[in-house]
């Protein structure tokens, strides 16, 4: 095919996407006050939630199967290119200080490599051939999981990624916003949330941006609650690696425990500062060793260490 005719075709692709649509309606935005141009911008936002919400048993179905591959040791990975890319490697940038998940167990893969962060990398969304490489370099296996991110769901980065993890062994997953897009149909789960045409036409990083970064919040952070990295809803596997986080780490084991600020600092420098052993020494009655050995017993979840800590030997 012909450079002229790939172009032909590839726009004829993009004016069948709901991502591409142009608004008449908004054609004069650019003649109103700010305050309107505002107020109609937080009126699109407002609908995400709610195009979300239409795809939650896929996005349970979806974090339910990641969740047991990791508990078996395998990673979860994050693959886009963009908007798109950049957002999986926040998601995946953010796990270790809030989880204490190795950096290694969330990665996020964008298109281009750390570059593309903050600077296009001309053509790397366009290879397929690349995604294959980035993964083979993690050696992407059975247990591991593998999300593609695409707005468009047309992105051959994100395509590749899935297609290629698939072919692996691995679970993947295609986060989309388009119905009936191709990165859905390669992968195990598609996820695509619909929320219409963008403000400005075809400006994905707008509202399809705020739902890729809702359904990656709730990938994350449900399957690391699903692998006992919370207790009820405080964050006791967080990484107390500065003054602030060190500080929320004696809130977190005072909410937990109660207890005196005394005996908050005496559990956690029983246990290395550690804040759910801490909270299994005070709530347990134990030492810290033996918290430490009845959390990896019960593999790192609170509460099945609490129960077993109460049962007699």
């Known amino acids: 095919m012909t450079s002229t005719a790939a172009f032909a075709a590839l726009r004829a692709q993009l004016a069948t996407l709901t991502t591409e649509a142009f608004r008449p309606d908004l054609a004069d935005i650019d003649q109103l006050s700010t305050h309107d141009i505002a107020t109609i911008m937080n009126a699109e936002d407002a609908t995400v939630a ?11 179905a979806a974090i339910d199967a990641t969740a047991a591959r990791m508990a078996r040791g395998g990673r979860l990975l994050y693959a886009g290119a963009g908007t798109a890319g950049r957002l999986g490697v926040l998601d995946a940038s953010e796990c270790p200080p809030t989880f204490n998940t190795d950096p290694a167990q969330v ?9 593309a962060l903050v600077a296009a990398v001309e053509g790397a969304e366009d290879s397929a051939g690349l995604a294959a490489a980035d993964l083979d370099a993690l050696k992407v296996g059975a247990d591991d999981t593998v999300v593609g991110v695409s707005a468009s769901g047309r992105t051959p980065y994100a395509i590749g990624a899935v297609r290629h993890a698939r072919a692996a062994g691995a679970l993947t997953i295609g986060l989309a916003c388009n119905a009936g897009s191709e990165l859905g149909a390669a992968a195990e789960h598609a996820v695509e949330v619909v929320v219409g045409p963008e403000l400005l036409t075809g400006s994905t990083r707008l509202k399809a941006g705020t739902a890729q970064k809702l359904v990656l919040n709730m990938l994350s952070t449900i399957t690391m609650i ?8 405080l964050m006791v596997d967080v990484r107390a690696s500065n003054e602030k986080l060190r500080a929320r780490s004696r809130r977190i084991v005072a909410l937990a425990t109660g207890a005196a600020d005394g005996e908050i600092e005496d559990a956690l420098a029983a246990t290395d500062g550690e804040v759910k052993n801490a909270i299994l020494v005070l709530l347990g009655d134990v030492d810290g060793p033996t918290a430490a050995r009845l959390l990896d017993a019960s593999h790192g979840h609170l509460r099945a260490a609490l129960r077993a800590a109460a049962t007699p030997p």
């Open 50 to 60: 709610g195009a979300v919400a239409e795809r939650l048993p896929e996005i349970a």
């Open 107 to 115: 990665v996020g893969l964008i298109a281009g490599g750390p570059g």
């Open 226 to 233: 699903r692998l006992g990295k919370t207790y009820g809803n």
